[in-house]
Structures are given as structure tokens and as C-alpha cells.
């Protein structure tokens, strides 16, 4: 009957419809487990697709994770939401909290309001995997599911190659950026550097499994998945990512070898005090190098490195404004949705911006600093901080090295993509995984990997 279903939908309406019909097939399957709440919400991670009157598919998604969890826990058949256990939620709510009072003593209360919902499902990624993930198996059982997330965003990119599949997310779209020449494939993200950020945790997993996996079948599915994420991934275009896959192969190296762990520790040392030195301005910084070594003349004698330069130098302008910004509005920003359309005077006196241009500070830091304020920041680059020390703590058991070592990895490609771009996703569900991660390590051998006392005895029966 779904074959039926999706045969007379693609006869009479589109394919878009075949890809509906089949992912709302998934989403009644999920909603008959009590974890289909979790596997729902994770579903809607890659999905920027607006539906109309504030609605999108990750909103929906959430409000019925929301409901599905509620009702399964009132039948003590699933957990309430975490959202008050230390040190993990409590950062969560502290951030919470942050944005709620940005919200208040913001200028446009309506507007920044609507805004934070935008936070609101970026913290629901955290809490319910905080909620959720309990054990090893269940860490494998969100990378397996990550990895489905990316073979349907390399089936999507694939069809915009081929058949031209335009889904109006935001402000960009296939056929807008195919115009331009580009041809940044962009999935259901909205824009590939999005795409780019999200495929970067599907591929890790895949390939950290290809080189444990010993069952011929299992190495074949691993390979091919991972060479379709790859495929999209490349059609991204996007030069960050390419940084942050440079990244990630250096943390993988500190993991193994001492003597890179501590040449990284020194550089990061050295590199605070430089910036300190000149009071954190970046800008300011760059420019004293680029006149000391001429390193951006040297990129724009090729067309490649040009276009690097010009990305460089933007984003360096748009960290000064968004830190001057931040700088007059330091305790609870311009509220959220706001920092935008004031950023323009704060650019520096040489920038080749217009007005019209400049409508986001590309860093996630500066963009909660400025928009958020710094209760905001602190509560956010604590959770950034935890985050790799949650992972270092999982290191320590060999019940949760593998999975530590992949999301520490994962983790640090997101900080890259998130330092160059504004605040995505996934940086929140693998925060909130290394968590779950640190509390199974430091679980004695008599205790439930992460305990919770909300959950029932009927409800830990199941687990079990």
C-alpha cells in the first residue's frame, strides 16, 4: 500500500511528494516506540524547510517530540525531560534562562521572542539527548541514525544535481545559487555550508566504524555510505568544512600521540596570550600580521586564494563589529534576531561593506555575545568547554573510549564550522552526547550508566 501510495504521488504530483509520503511512513513507524519521541527530534536536525504561517518542519518536529514524550511518561513508559541534573542541564537551563532575560530587556520584545524560538529548538537537541541516551548501545544507535540523515541528504543532493529538487529554504535555494554559477548543493539545509557542517558528523562515524567493523558485509555498508556522504559533502563547496575536516584529523592525532597533545596545548597557550596582548581584538590582530607578512597579498596572487582572502576578510570585519556591538550592549545584547540590522556602524573605518550587506556576525561566539549577552556567552562557552572535557573524562574507561574519541572528533569539526558561521545545531546534540558519555564513564559497576529519578522501575524494566 505505501508502494502504491508513492507510485500514484509521483504520477500526479512530484517527487517532493514521493519523499514525503516516505518520510511520513518513517515518522508513524518512530511514533509507535517510546523512543520514537528522541529519533524524531534528531530527525529534524538536517531539515531547515519552512511550511508556512512561523511553522517548519523542525518546530513541528519538536512539539510533537514534546507531546509523544509527555504521554509516554505520564504512562511510565519513557522519562520526563532532564532538565535541572548537574552539571549538564544545569548549563542548558542557565543558557535558558540567559536568552529568556535577552528576550525581556530587549527593545523589540515581539520580534527578539520570535527569534529565540530559533534557540529554543537548538536547546531541545540537548535536553533530549541528556534525556535519552543512557548507554554505550544507545550512543551507536544515534551515530547509525545519523548516518541514515546523511544517506537521505545524499539522495536529496542527488536529485538536485540531476533533476533539479528545489526545496525554498530561507533565503537560498538550488535554483538561485545553480543562477549564480555555484552550484552549492544545500539538501534541506537551507545553504551548503550548513549541509557541509551537519555531513561532517554522519561521515566521521561511518569511516570511524569502517576501520572497526571486521564483517565483510558490515565494512561494504559502512564504505558506500560513507562514499555517498562524501559526494554530498564535496557538492558543498564549502571551505570551512574543509578547514574543519583538517581540524579533526589533528584531534585524532592528539587522541593518539602524546607529544601532538602537547604541542596543541602549547600553541593554544601561546595563542591566548597574543590575544590577550591585544585585548581579544581579532581584527586588529590580522592586520598587524598581514603588514608584518603580507600573508593575504601572497593568497590573492591565485584566484582560489583570492576568494579565500575576501572570505577571510569579512568574517574578520564582521568579528569587530559583532565584539564592539556586543561591547555596548554587554548584558543582555540586542536581544535576539536583533544584532543585524545594527552592526553596520560598528564595522571597521576601512571595511568595503555597504549597509545592505551585512546582515549577520559569521561566529557563533560573537553572534550570542552580541545578540544574547554575556550571562549568554558564558553559560554557551561553558557548554563548548564541558563538552571536550566530558570527552577527555570518557576517554578514561574503555567502555566509552570509541564512542568518546568519535564525538570528541565530531566535536571539535563543529567548533571550526561554528567560529566561521553563525550558531548551528548539531554542536548541541554532541555536547549533550559527551555528557551522557562522561556520566557512563564515571558510573561504578553496581549503578545504571546515567541514572535518573524521574524514571520508573516499569520504564528501566524496558530499558533493560
Not at 131 to 147: N, S
Request: net charge neutral.
Amino acid at each position: 500500500m505505501i508502494g502504491i501510495a508513492a507510485g500514484l504521488a509521483a504520477v500526479t504530483l512530484s517527487i517532493k511528494a514521493v519523499l514525503l509520503a516516505v518520510g511520513l511512513t518513517a515518522i508513524t513507524a518512530l511514533l509507535i516506540l517510546p523512543w520514537g519521541a528522541y529519533y524524531l527530534v534528531l530527525f529534524s536536525i538536517p531539515f531547515w524547510v519552512p511550511i508556512g504561517a512561523g511553522l517548519s518542519v523542525a518546530r513541528l518536529a519538536l512539539v510533537g517530540g514534546l507531546g509523544l514524550m509527555a504521554f509516554n511518561a505520564v504512562q511510565s513508559r519513557g522519562p520526563w525531560l532532564v532538565i535541572s541534573r548537574w552539571p549538564d542541564a544545569v548549563i542548558g537551563l542557565a543558557f535558558t534562562f540567559a536568552i529568556g532575560a535577552s528576550v525581556i530587556m530587549s527593545e523589540s520584545v515581539g520580534e527578539s521572542a520570535a527569534e529565540a524560538g530559533s534557540w529554543g529548538i537548538m536547546l531541545l537537541y540537548y535536553f533530549f539527548t541528556l534525556t535519552f541516551v543512557r548507554t554505550p548501545e544507545d550512543l551507536h544507535k544515534v551515530g547509525l541514525f545519523m548516518i541514515g540523515l546523511g544517506l537521505l541528504q545524499a539522495a536529496v543532493v542527488a536529485l538536485q544535481i540531476h533533476v533539479g529538487l528545489v526545496f525554498s529554504v530561507g533565503d537560498i535555494t538550488h535554483e538561485e545559487e545553480w543562477a549564480a554559477g555555484s552550484a552549492r548543493m544545500p539538501g534541506t539545509t537551507g545553504h551548503s555550508t550548513v549541509l557541509a557542517g551537519f555531513l561532517q558528523i554522519p561521515i566521521i562515524y561511518a569511516f570511524a566504524m569502517l576501520t572497526r567493523e571486521r564483517r565483510p558485509l558490515a565494512l561494504s555498508a559502512y564504505g558506500l555510505a560513507t562514499a555517498a556522504m562524501v559526494f554530498a559533502w564535496y557538492h558543498t563547496y564549502s571551505r570551512t568544512s574543509l578547514v574543519a575536516f583538517a581540524i579533526m584529523a589533528g584531534v585524532a592525532l592528539m587522541i593518539r600521540y602524546r607529544f601532538v597533545r602537547m604541542l596543541a596545548i602549547l600553541s593554544m597557550i601561546i595563542a591566548a596570550i597574543v590575544l590577550a596582548s591585544y585585548e581579544f581584538a581579532i581584527y586588529e590582530l590580522v592586520s598587524d600580521a598581514e603588514r608584518q607578512f603580507k600573508f593575504m597579498a601572497a593568497l590573492t596572487k591565485y584566484s582560489a586564494g583570492l576568494e579565500w582572502a575576501e572570505t577571510l576578510r569579512w568574517r574578520l570585519e564582521q568579528w569587530t563589529a559583532g565584539w564592539r556591538l556586543f561591547l555596548d550592549h554587554i548584558w543582555f545584547g540586542t536581544g535576539p534576531g536583533l544584532a543585524g540590522s545594527k552592526l553596520f556602524p560598528y564595522l571597521p573605518a576601512e571595511s568595503r561593506y555597504s549597509e545592505f550587506v551585512i546582515i549577520t556576525v559569521h561566529n557563533s561566539f560573537f553572534h550570542v555575545a552580541s545578540e544574547v549577552g554575556i550571562f549568554a556567552l558564558v553559560a554557551y562557552t561553558m557548554m563548548w568547554l564541558m563538552g571536550f572535557r566530558w570527552g577527555i573524562v570518557g576517554l578514561g574507561r574503555s567502555e566509552t573510549r570509541f564512542q568518546a574519541q568519535i564525538w570528541l572528533i565530531a566535536l571539535s569539526g563543529q567548533l571550526v564550522v561554528n567560529i566561521f558561521n553563525p550558531a548551528m545545531r548539531e554542536p548541541f546534540l554532541v555536547v549533550a552526547l559527551l555528557a551522557c558519555i562522561a556520566r557512563m564513564a564515571q558510573a561504578t559497576p553496581s549503578q545504571p550508566a546515567v541514572s535518573d529519578a524521574s524514571s520508573t522501575p516499569r520504564y528501566k524494566s524496558n530499558v533493560a
